[in-house]
């Protein structure tokens, strides 16, 4: 399985972004896709989580702002981000995690910077 992020890119605070990633290789039902970021010197942080049935799950810092989706036809999930802030400010990593095989792939990451 290979994750392809795009979407990042420098917004001004309180504006939107969307990020998106697409999966190749065989991807199951049972997958889980979701988001991570990392802040620079800090760790790597969930941010949410989508399954292929449409249940989603949101760290708080990000509940009520940014909206998980996942279009099982084309392998993707995606992050719409809302009402964006400076603390925001990330690298973005995609992930997939195969719950029957217990492994978890990720993407290259893309730059998220909120910044007037």
């Known amino acids: 399985v290979q994750l392809q992020a795009s979407g990042g890119g420098l917004v001004q605070p309180g504006g939107s972004l969307r990020l998106s990633c697409a999966a190749s290789?065989?991807?199951?039902?049972?997958?889980?896709m979701g988001w991570y970021r990392q802040a620079p010197g800090k760790q790597r942080d969930w941010i949410a989580t989508a399954t292929s049935d449409g249940r989603t799950n949101y760290a708080d810092s990000v509940k009520g702002r940014f909206t998980i989706s996942r279009d099982n036809a084309k392998n993707s999930v995606y992050l719409q981000m809302n009402s964006l802030k400076p603390e925001d400010t990330a690298v973005y990593y995609c992930?997939?995690?195969?719950?029957?095989?217990?492994?978890?792939?990720w993407g290259q990451g893309t730059l998220v910077t909120v910044s007037s």
């Open positions: 290789g065989t991807i199951s039902t049972s997958d889980l």
């Open positions: 992930n997939l995690i195969k719950i029957l095989a217990g492994t978890d792939y």
